[in-house]
């Protein structure tokens, strides 16, 4: 356990709100282990934003490890492949309900035959290859961004006139702990990928972001330092993980509201899709796999290397839970993972972390009462803007008035539901009335 006094305990917010993060300081100390897949592997063809590719296998096919199995196609640069996480016999295709988008989608469905695992690319030299071939790497072995977001890595890569690059290890989610693991257990590979990274936007100037204090991950720090990456320790605030709050943490520079870092030459890259990079370009891996971590009261924090495609109730198992202890499961974080209704749902190249709650710790939004116009939720937003006024006019479908309220803005924090007296979950009518707005633009 790490020393108590050398560790804050609290992430601090606006309005003196306060996000507990003893759970994550618990975390730290546990090693990743690797999973083993799942008897039955599903794979869902959609894991990133942006439109579902074209599948490549049918009933009966056998797969190899790392086989491409959705293809991008002529779906425009948006688009990524999905490959298969094990050797196996494709069973079909089934429509499972995303966790994500909560509708219906498709997923292959794999048996797997074993656990063997074999890159299925060449290993690329960086100096002998041109931008262009390691773009192409990166789009090819399915790298979407690992934070959370699940963004097209090769279309952020492919940015021109980018003059700063900001490798986000916030890691803000209070009990998550799988990028400092990373940290302390992948350092040669996370300096490799971040790296490639800087050669490939062809940026000189870069920022490791951390919330870790100087000397609890040395020999990671000092790879930064022989690699002339400045090391920035931001604030431990749990808001601060966004891209657009992490750029003026580090940057002292506001992305225009709407805007992206782009338009201010920056690029953030999470440290994870850093790590997933490195092992596409040398060694030909692709994006099958991920760190995470597991957390609930009863077991603490645990990191597991998971494929995806391996089912929540699987997971389970392996760390020594049974179902029947758990009346929720989370897939992310405790503040911002959606609930999930079934534990066969499977792990995506989006989940970093798989949170259950025992029946004494009930789900605060069951009992959701009428707002009483504390203001709470708008004094703690950090970006300063007004969910319970934006909930209302997302009520009203009142676009001109939600389009005047900047929700464009939010960063999805859930810092609001989490707050409310009245145990009002904000996130959903923030994330329809952006959606609501994205569509009108176009
Ligand atoms: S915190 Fe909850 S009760 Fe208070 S104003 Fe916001 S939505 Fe209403
Ligand atoms: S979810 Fe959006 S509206 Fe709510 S606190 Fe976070 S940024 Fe503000």
Known sequence: M??????????????????????????????????????????????????????????????????????????????VPVHSPVNGEVKGYAS??????????????????????????????????????????????????????????????????????????????????????????????????????????????????????EGETPEFEELLRDNDVRIKRVR??????????????????????GEFPPQIGTIVHNVA????????????????????????????GKNLWTRMGTSIEHILEYVGVSQVEFERIALGSIMMGPTIPDPSYPVLKATSGLTVFTPEESDPYEEEKPCIRCGYCNT?????????MIMKAE???DIKRLQSLNVLDCINCALCSYVCPSNIRLTPYLERAQNKIRKKKG
């Open 2 to 79: 790490l020393e108590e006094k050398e560790h804050v305990h609290h992430f601090k917010e606006n309005g003196g709100f306060e996000v507990d993060i003893r759970m994550k300081l618990e975390s730290i100390d546990d090693p990743f282990t690797e999973v083993p897949p799942s008897d039955e592997m599903t794979v869902f063809l959609n894991q990133h934003i942006g439109p579902e590719g074209d599948p490549l296998v049918k009933k009966g096919d056998e797969v190899e490890y790392g086989e491409k199995i959705v293809d991008f196609g002529g779906k425009g640069k948006m688009c």
């Open 96 to 213: 499972v309900r995303h966790p994500l988008s909560g509708g219906k989608e498709r997923a292959i469905i794999i048996e797997t035959e074993d656990e063997e695992k074999e890159p299925c690319y060449e290993p690329l030299d960086p100096k002998e290859a041109s931008r262009k071939e390691l773009l192409e790497r990166v789009k090819e072995a399915g790298i979407v961004g690992l934070g959370g977001a699940a963004f097209p890595t090769h279309v952020k890569l492919g940015e021109e006139n980018i003059s700063h690059l900001i490798i986000n290890a916030k890691e803000s989610d209070p009990n998550l702990a799988s990028d400092v693991r990373l940290m302390m257990e992948k350092p040669q590979w996370l300096i490799e990928g971040i790296k490639l990274m800087g050669h490939i936007l062809d940026v000189e100037d870069i920022t490791f972001a951390t919330r870790t204090e």
């Open 236 to 257: 431990p605030n749990y808001s601060v993980g966004s891209e657009r709050l992490l750029v003026k943490e580090v940057l002292g520079k506001e992305v225009p509201s």
């Open 273 to 300: 899709t850093a790590y997933a990079t490195a092992k596409a370009i040398k060694e030909g891996e692709s994006l099958v796999s991920r760190g995470m971590t597991f957390y609930s009261k009863k077991t603490g």
């Open 380 to 388: 703690v937003c950090p970006v300063d803007i007004y969910p319970q």
């Open 395 to 397: 009520e009203k479908n």
